[in-house]
């Protein structure tokens, strides 16, 4: 089995500081993750995933999010938000458990960028 | 070159009618995804194929819900009798194979509309 959990539905932010946007997943096998940013009216995009290699992930934009395995958690970052930042973000569990390969998506978290 | 395509944009249709929603894939892509997204929750998993056959349709909600990708390409979701409860946006992704890591490319989505 696999879960997602987004600790936050809505994160509030100044343009020009940090954005964290947590993230914590449960699955019984070795996880990929991913984060997903939804703009209005636009489609899914990928910002980044964590697929076994590097802890660390970058992604576009500038994001970044660690995989800490003892911690359950796959956090995504940012050193300086920006107004076009401001969207829906989405962490994305799958583990391609029993042979199938259905994501698991978390209910989205929406970052809000004031000038 | 051309991302996923989703026909129409929106739909809007009475309570009892049959629609039908197309996804055009990446071409190459050997997978597709069909995901239902309400309002304020994650997409969530519908029915995947990998090729011309349904790998996994787990998450049809119920017999009124059917999908086929007939060439291994364009898939068309059909919905029969609509319900009110049906009123979402239907969201497609392909992904190059089937595989735990895999990047899935999403369309604009589909939002349908029962009244």
């Known amino acids: 089995a696999q879960s997602v959990t987004q600790l936050d539905s809505h994160v509030s932010v100044s343009e020009g500081t940090p954005v964290l946007l947590r993230c914590n997943y449960s699955s019984s096998y070795s996880p990929s993750l991913f984060w997903y940013v939804q703009h209005p009216n636009k489609g899914l995009q990928l910002l980044l995933k964590?697929?076994?290699?590097?802890?660390l992930v970058k992604g576009i934009n500038g994001f970044e999010a660690e995989f800490k395995k003892s911690e359950t958690s796959f956090h995504l970052t940012k050193p300086s938000a920006h107004m076009s930042d401001a969207a829906e973000y989405f962490c994305v569990v799958s583990t391609g458990t029993g042979g199938s390969y259905i994501p698991t998506f978390g209910r989205g978290t929406s970052l809000i960028v004031h000038p | 070159g051309a991302g996923v395509s989703q026909t129409p944009s929106n739909k809007v249709t009475e309570k009892g009618k049959y629609v039908e929603l197309r996804c055009d894939p990446i071409?190459?892509?050997?997978?597709l995804y069909w995901y239902r997204q309400s309002l304020g929750q994650g997409p969530e998993f519908l029915i995947y194929f990998q090729g011309t056959g349904a790998a996994d349709d787990s998450g049809l909600p119920n017999d009124r819900f059917f999908a086929v990708r007939p060439e291994g390409s364009v898939s068309t979701l059909k919905i029969q009798r609509t319900e009110r409860g049906d009123s979402a946006v239907y969201l497609c992704a392909s992904s190059l194979q089937t595989s735990v890591g895999d990047t899935q490319y999403f369309g604009p989505g589909t939002r349908l509309t029962v009244l």
């Open positions: 071409s190459g892509h050997t997978a």
């Open positions: 964590y697929t076994s290699a590097a802890t």
